[in-house]
T-cell receptor, first 109, second 115 residues
Framework: SAVISQKPSRDICQRGTSLTIQCQVD?????MFWYRQQPGQSLTLIAT?????????ESGFVIDKFPISRPNLTFSTLTVSNMSPEDSSIYLC??????FGQGTRLTVV | GQQLNQSPQSMFIQEGEDVSMNCTSS?????WLWYKQDPGEGPVLLIA?????ELTSNGRLTAQFGITRKDSFLNISASIPSDVGIYFCAGQKGESGGSNYKLTFGKGTLLTVNP
């Protein structure tokens, strides 16, 4: 099993600013995943974060907008850059497919 | 991108009733997963299915991996108020760690249980 600590749990941000979300895992994992869950919607994979290499982004998501760091096998960050109200969502990190963080509820005003 | 068709979208039931929800896809998945998400939380894995035809139980929950590998259902028996939440199905085409590790999620079923 894995325990994932994600923070912040929620934030309200101004348009045009950036927010960095942190994800800490209590064990070493090869791959970490970042998802977006728009209000009332399902989960959409943003990117896969691999330690020691650049993240792999899904169609519709780009590194300039969602830069990801993966400095070691237990930690990753996702930054939502130059935010607009359309970025208001829940952002979730995950390891394997069994374990998710509690999510970061982002509201952009 | 590809999506799973999950139904129903929402359900309102009385405590003690059984409930069933399902997911279908136009393509084959090698793993089917069912999650529950409570408000303000991330999804929690309920059941994982690895083989076509597999029927797996976890307490009052039972899920099956369809024979065609294109569908799955989840049943909850004797529902209780804490069953309230959003249930998601997800499919994975390959084994974890392989090139097809990514999950495709259904849109979710919102379950409300009236005490």
């Amino acid at each position: 099993s894995a325990v994932i600590s994600q923070k912040p749990s929620r934030d309200i941000c101004q348009r045009g600013t950036s927010l960095t979300i942190q994800c800490q895992v209590d064990s070493q994992v090869t791959m970490m995943f970042w998802y977006r869950q728009q209000p009332g919607q399902s989960l959409t994979l943003i990117a896969t974060a691999n330690q020691g290499s650049e993240a792999t982004y899904e169609s519709g998501f780009v590194i300039d907008k969602f830069p990801i760091s993966r400095p070691n096998l237990t930690f990753s960050t996702l930054t939502v850059s130059n935010m607009s109200p359309e970025d208001s969502s829940i952002y979730l990190c995950s390891v394997d497919w069994a374990f998710f963080g509690q999510g970061t509820r982002l509201t952009v005003v | 991108g590809q999506q799973l068709n999950q139904s129903p979208q929402s359900m309102f039931i009385q405590e003690g009733e059984d409930v069933s929800m399902n997911c279908t896809s136009s393509s084959i998945f090698n793993t089917w997963l069912w999650y529950k998400q409570d408000p303000g939380e991330g999804p929690v894995l309920l059941i994982a299915l690895y083989k076509a035809g597999e029927l797996t139980s976890n307490g009052r929950l039972t899920a099956q991996f369809g024979i065609t590998r294109k569908d799955s259902f989840l049943n909850i028996s004797a529902s209780i108020p804490s069953d309230v939440g959003i249930y998601f199905c997800a499919g994975q085409k390959g084994e974890s760690g392989g090139s097809n590790y990514k999950l495709t999620f259904g849109k979710g079923t919102l379950l409300t249980v009236n005490p």
